[in-house]
């Protein structure tokens, strides 16, 4: 299976580089989209490795998102596994997404912090529990970090869907659509590496962003 790596990045100057040369060791060349960055982003990812996409201005993570998967979409990927550019996912769990992908063909893999969430900031463990809890009583399915967005999907289920958010809803947005479409949703455990490097999530203007979007969704029956 040939996986496309995507990693949408804003400001991230500090840690793509790192990121960007583990993947290469790996022999993956990951896509970064640079969402508009005012910092050495786009120079850091491309000097290391990375196929690089500009945004001129900041529009958000879900239309990274977004640029990314058509970009990929027109090449023979036969899917694509989403990092942040904060170099909080480990490029080590990268064999776990596609190991279980090639077992599990018709499935969205999504990692899973929570299993070893003793570092992870209270406010946004708490945020993330309580997204978890709604976007798994609308998908049907036990999703125990639905807001992680270290995920694997196929071509096919890419093809069929069409991303509408702009910003952080979008991890939400993908996993009720794959639910809608009789997708199964599987959970990975994940390391994840919490450094100095701020959050660009606003735990109460994301949250009221959340549940401004998830009405739109009735719970599955």
Do not use: W
């Amino acid at each position: 299976m040939k996986v496309g790596i995507l990693i949408a990045a804003y400001n991230e100057g500090n840690q793509i580089g790192q990121l960007v040369r583990m993947l290469k060791q790996m022999k993956f060349v990951p896509i970064v989209v640079d969402d508009g960055s005012q910092d050495n982003t786009a120079k850091e990812a491309e000097t290391n490795g990375a196929n690089v996409i500009r945004h001129k201005k900041n529009l958000g993570k879900g239309a990274s998102l977004k640029t990314g998967i058509n970009y990929i979409l027109k090449e023979d990927y036969d899917a694509v596994l989403i990092m942040d550019g904060d170099a909080q996912h480990s490029p080590n769990d990268v064999h776990k997404f596609i190991d279980l992908a090639d077992k599990q063909p018709n499935a969205v893999i999504i990692g899973n912090r929570m299993g070893n969430a003793k570092n992870m900031p209270v406010d946004r463990k708490l945020t993330n529990m309580f997204m978890s809890f709604i976007v798994s009583l609308i998908c049907g399915q036990r999703i125990p970090d639905s807001q992680c967005g270290f995920r694997l999907m196929k071509r096919e289920f890419l093809k069929g869907i069409k991303i509408e958010s702009a910003r952080f809803e979008v991890e939400s947005e993908i996993l009720i659509k794959a639910s809608r479409a009789r997708i199964k949703i599987l959970s990975v455990p994940i390391e994840t590496l919490y450094g100095e490097e701020a959050s660009q999530i606003n735990p109460f203007v994301d949250t009221i962003r959340f549940i401004v979007f998830i009405l739109k969704f009735p719970f599955m029956k």
